[in-house]
């Protein structure tokens, strides 16, 4: 039990300190919330784009950016499912929670930035057209979405039955959360090869969708130093850095701050962070051969936009991020990597915070140079931009508001996954037949491939996208409801096998420790 307390320690132990940092992070949200209200209401002259000028600012590169983190957290968690990587399973949870939080936030800034989010959505959703990179982005992203939702919910639906019992006071809010889930062998063995295809179909999506993003600069010409067919793995290699070194971070913070040193121990951050160096460096490769090539005869526009960070006006940002949030961190983990007396998690995490700020600042400078160098002259000169303080509060208050999400979430459901609580109780003796489960499925499977066909035999006309993505969350509700509408035959065999008196345990006592 004592192990239990351990684990669920923000929810039945959160402290002074939790209380104050929670009531900090909601004054946070609630003035972030106030400017991303002042942005709808009194529009984008808010912000400090301009038509003639940069029309794209920070908040596009805080939702490539937050895009990016999303992207590694449910690597993480898919990686350590299907490679059986058991010794980092306690970060797999906190990596999934990430990943949920992330896309909410990204759209929210996508949102903002549009300024017109109501007819945005109605556009793209109703009335896009397929070859439009828009439409591309806003179905995988509503793909990873849900699918990630789903994962995340099956993964820990048995821990949320086992705080039922842990804690009593919240008995009826974890038992409606977990939805009859008993914890029998039979369950167990379903939920784990649900989740085993699950993470197995994840994996591709989630590199489609930052290929999708970078898809959607390198396709428009007009603008130079966006034009160019390696944007996409250019994309996801930044969503890997940026996602992983967030993960490092959000990780030594929660060992810190609950004393979790057993359960993230400093094996993860050894690997994590010899990990985190490979991934910079194959950046830092990317990034010279991208400048190499710019500076090598190239168009009049190109070689203007890399000149521009290499030796002009956004030369002292560019190379402060390379070198500090870049060049440095890799040289830290690098050595650290190849040395046998231990790690310093606090440098680990330090170094994996200036990659993660060096990412967001890269991205803002693959946003706004761009856009000064453009390949027919302007009307007037180029208006400098300058973000607003509203734009800053828009964009840098998402960190806020998901940290504060993030610690709500912390006292409701558990990071890691729980030892069972040794409860029992007597199993149900109705039957369901396997034919009426087979049937559900079957439908589903059905009713969702058709919407997709429709949608895509219709793409040229309106509500296609609709269409796909309503096929879509049908299929997504396929491996929940393989798991919700269980076949118990199987199990009340085994039940009847060990006890002729047709009574057993439903609560078993959960994995051993």
């Known amino acids: 039990m004592q192990t239990l307390q351990t684990r669920v320690r923000p929810i039945v132990e959160p402290g002074l300190a939790s209380g104050v940092v929670t009531f900090l992070l909601a004054g946070g949200t609630v003035y972030w919330l106030r400017h991303c209200i002042r942005i709808l209401t009194e529009g984008l002259g808010t912000l400090g784009i301009d038509t003639y000028g940069a029309t794209w600012g920070i908040l596009v590169a805080n939702t490539v950016h937050i895009v990016g983190i999303s992207h590694v957290g449910i690597a993480i968690s898919a990686a350590v499912r299907v490679l059986r990587l058991d010794a980092y399973r306690n970060i797999a949870r906190t990596a999934e929670i990430v990943t949920l939080l992330a896309l909410g936030l990204a759209v929210v800034n996508l949102m903002l930035h549009v300024g017109r989010p109501v007819r945005f ?131 030594a913070l929660l060992r810190r701050a609950y004393g979790w040193r057993t359960l993230l121990p400093d094996r993860l951050f050894r690997v994590f962070g010899i990990f985190l160096a490979f991934v910079v460096f194959l950046y830092l490769y990317f990034m010279l051969s991208e400048h190499l090539t710019a500076q090598y005869l190239p168009p009049t526009a190109e070689q203007g936009v890399s000149s521009s960070l290499l030796t002009g006006r956004f030369s002292a940002v560019f190379w402060a991020t390379t070198v500090a949030g870049l060049v440095l961190p890799f040289l830290f983990l690098f050595v650290q990597g190849v040395r046998r007396n231990g790690v310093h998690v606090g440098g680990t995490a330090a170094a994996a915070l200036l990659v993660n700020v060096g990412l967001w600042i890269k991205r803002s400078l693959l946003v706004v140079p761009s856009q ?56 149900e003796t109705k039957r369901r037949r396997p034919a009426a489960r087979q049937a559900v499925l079957l439908l589903t499977l059905a009713a969702g491939a058709t919407m997709i066909l429709w949608g895509v035999m219709t793409r040229d006309g309106d509500f296609a996208p609709l269409k796909w993505l309503l096929g879509i969350t049908l299929l997504v509700a396929l491996p929940v409801e393989s798991c919700l509408i269980g076949d118990r035959r199987e199990e009340e065999v085994r039940a009847e096998a060990a006890d002729p008196g047709g009574v057993r345990p439903a609560g078993g006592s959960g994995r051993d420790e």
């Open 121 to 251: 959505l109605t556009n793209v959703y109703l009335y896009g057209r397929w070859h439009s990179p828009m439409v591309w982005s806003m179905t995988v992203f509503t793909l990873y979405f849900l699918a990630s939702s789903a994962y995340l919910y099956l993964s820990m639906r048995r821990d949320l039955s086992v705080m039922a019992e842990a804690a009593p006071r919240f008995r009826g809010f974890y038992r409606a959360l977990s939805l009859g889930y008993r914890d029998t062998p039979g369950e167990r063995e379903r939920h784990e090869r649900t989740l085993f295809w699950l993470a197995l179909a994840l994996l591709p999506i989630m590199i489609s969708v930052h290929s999708v993003y970078g898809l959607l600069f390198g396709m428009i010409s007009a603008r130079a130093g966006w034009y160019n067919p390696l944007q996409a793995p250019y994309f996801v290699l930044g969503a890997v850095v940026s996602g992983f070194s967030a993960i490092v971070a959000i990780a």
């Open 372 to 427: 000064y160098h453009p390949h027919l002259a302007p009307a007037r000169p180029p208006v400098p931009y300058v973000p607003t303080h509203t734009e800053w509060v828009a964009a840098l208050g998402s960190y806020v508001a998901a940290a504060f999400a993030f610690v709500l979430l912390l006292r409701l459901v558990p990071l890691f996954e729980l030892p069972g609580t040794g409860r029992t109780t007597p199993t």
